[in-house]
């Protein structure tokens, strides 16, 4: 009898403690070298360079794309929510690997996702290209989802961005979501997460594909959808509609930058604002990312931007950028083994899976918990207990046994919303769509990105 009443309480002792850990600081020696271990401005001053512009971000990295030298930052390795920057890492793990002319049909899951998106539907097949240009122009999230699945699944994507990850040496980045949505998901700073010098890691090996900067160039597409009544009389089998870039940077936008080569900003509400870019002038290229800021990061990532045109050749740097992996690196980066899996992750099928635990400890801690959990099965087969009624999952979500809940989440401007029946659906946010009317420099709004 005592075996019984010390197994689940040391079950609940290893399940409970990693509920108050917070994403460890960066290390004395990260990856780009020690300077970069610094949580506030990083910078080897130089005479004749102009002062590093004053950003209302917590953390910044300004790096020359050409030599790899990281010419300033802010808290480089600080962990933070990528909101839809997340996308990048989506695009550079699944865009060499999916066949541009394939043909997808989505899920209703898919398209029934909340927040910013294309509008897909199940009755029609989609080209990949015209899933990334949704993904990469307008911050799609029914096409990340669509990606995903025709990537094999959510678990499979998600494990896939994660080696990914680790063949560039993200170290601090963790996704549990190929669209950087948060709190709809169950996710936090805890279970997901990455830095404003993995962005650029991102965005750089992302660029390295012709057909990614085809997507992150393009101002205006055509995007296809099911025909028109009239465009049904007119014989016409495909109808569509333009969907327009959210990358403000981009030529002929609102503040089109010289030499802009492409990016990707994001916004959620826990996130804030997030951003990356790159621009190449005179022969060099300069690739800047920002990361939870409440100004617009647009302006934040071009003021970043003239700063590195004018800095480089000319300051020390203080770190470098990593070169990807190895070859078995890679090998797992391509889905073959060594995907990691976060504590929450979403299944291949869409749904949201409860975050049942989080263990530290290496391979000693699995061995004990899988034997906790082995004794604890043994025991309730043989003393069964009555099911509760209304468990609940982590941070308020549903348990294992499907049970629905009601959440009120506050969206950027405040509002809230009661969503139901969250049980085996995506419900990922509530954001308001995406409005570039009533854009300001105070109060940017980028929907649910």
């Given amino acids: 009898m005592t075996v019984p009443m010390i197994v689940p309480l040391s079950a609940v002792c290893l399940l409970a403690a990693p509920a108050a850990a917070s994403p460890a600081a960066p290390p004395r020696d990260p990856v780009g070298g020690p300077q970069l271990a610094s949580r506030g401005i990083v910078l080897n001053r130089a005479p004749g360079v102009p002062a590093l512009p004053k950003l209302k971000f917590s953390s910044y990295l300004v790096a020359d794309a050409d030599t790899g030298e990281v010419l300033a930052a802010k808290d480089p390795h600080g962990q933070y929510l990528p909101a839809s920057t997340l996308k990048t890492l989506t695009s550079a793990t699944l865009v060499t690997k999916l066949d541009p002319n394939r043909l997808v049909r989505p899920s209703q899951k898919a398209c029934d996702v909340e927040g910013t998106k294309v509008g897909l539907t199940p009755s029609m097949q989609y080209k990949v290209s015209d899933l990334f240009h949704a993904l990469m122009m307008m911050s ?50 805890r279970t997901q997460h990455t830095s404003a010098y993995d962005l650029v890691l991102f965005l750089r090996e992302a660029m390295k594909s012709p057909q990614f900067r085809t997507y992150v160039q393009a101002t205006q597409f055509q995007f296809p959808a099911p025909p028109t009544k009239k465009e049904r009389k007119n014989h016409k089998k495909v109808g569509g509609y333009p969907i327009y870039t959210h990358n403000k940077l981009l030529p002929g936008q609102k503040y089109g930058y010289k030499g802009m080569l492409g990016g990707k900003n994001g916004y959620t509400v826990h996130a804030q604002q997030t951003y990356v870019a790159e621009a190449r002038r005179d022969g060099h290229t300069i690739i800047v990312s920002v990361m939870h800021g409440e100004s617009s990061p647009f302006q934040a990532g071009a003021k970043l931007l003239d700063w590195g045109f004018a800095a480089r050749g000319k300051v020390q740097p203080v770190g470098t950028l990593a070169a990807p992996g190895n070859a078995q690196a890679k090998k797992h980066a391509d889905g073959e083994s ?112």
Avoid: C
């Fill in 140 to 189: 799609a999230n029914d096409a990340a989802v669509t990606l995903a699945e025709a990537n094999g699944g959510m678990r499979k994507t998600i494990a896939d961005m994660n080696a990914e990850a680790k063949y560039l040496h993200a170290d601090d980045t963790l996704a549990a979501s190929p669209n950087g949505l948060d709190v709809d998901y169950g996710l936090n700073i």
């Fill in 338 to 449: 060594g995907g990691v899996l976060p504590g929450t992750s979403l299944d291949s099928s869409g749904g949201s899976s409860a975050l049942v635990w989080e263990i530290g400890g290496g391979t000693a801690g699995a061995l004990l918990a899988i034997g906790v959990l082995f004794a604890v099965y043994r025991r309730r087969r043989r003393h069964p207990l009555p099911s509760p009624a209304g468990n609940v999952g982590p941070g308020g979500g549903v348990g294992p046994s499907g049970n629905v809940r009601s959440v009120q989440n506050p969206g950027p401007a405040g509002n809230t919303r009661n969503t139901e029946n969250y049980a085996g659906s995506y419900n990922d946010g509530p954001y308001d769509s995406y409005d570039d009317g009533s854009y300001n420099d105070g109060s940017y709004n980028d929907g649910a990105r």
